[in-house]
Nanobody, 115 residues
Framework: QVQLVESGGGLVQAGGSLRLSCAAS??????MSWYRQAPGKQRELVAD???????NYADSVKGRFAISRDNAKNTVYLQMNSLKPEDTAVYYC???????????WGQGTQVTVSS
């Protein structure tokens, strides 16, 4: 059974930093991702990373956010710097099991950036 445990959200002032973590268990995963959903908006991809370390970022976070993963710990991180009020959202971890296209989702963690 795949389980995802997220941590690291919170309230921060604009310009500040936060680091999100997502520990996955129950399988091995090819792609690990962070998505976010702001009130009244659709869920959007923030960043993803493959087992080999290839990364992909939304244009809105390039140069400010960095995704990384520890394959031995099955954990993915999102370092968020220079946060803006428009980064306020619930952030979700998502993983894809190897040899499948099935996505699994975490419970979400709230990130609030005050101006």
């Amino acid at each position: 059974q795949v389980q995802l445990v997220e941590s690291g959200g919170g309230l921060v002032q604009a310009g500040g930093s936060l680091r999100l973590s997502c520990a996955a268990s129950g399988s091995i995963f090819s792609v690990m991702s962070w998505y976010r959903q702001a009130p009244g908006k659709q869920r959007e991809l923030v960043a993803d990373i493959t087992t080999g370390g290839s990364t992909n970022y939304a244009d809105s976070v390039k140069g400010r956010f960095a995704i990384s993963r520890d394959n031995a710990k099955n954990t993915v991180y999102l370092q968020m710097n220079s946060l803006k009020p428009e980064d306020t959202a619930v952030y979700y971890c998502s993983v894809v099991r190897y040899y499948t296209t099935q996505n699994y989702w975490g419970q979400g963690t709230q990130v609030t950036v005050s101006s």
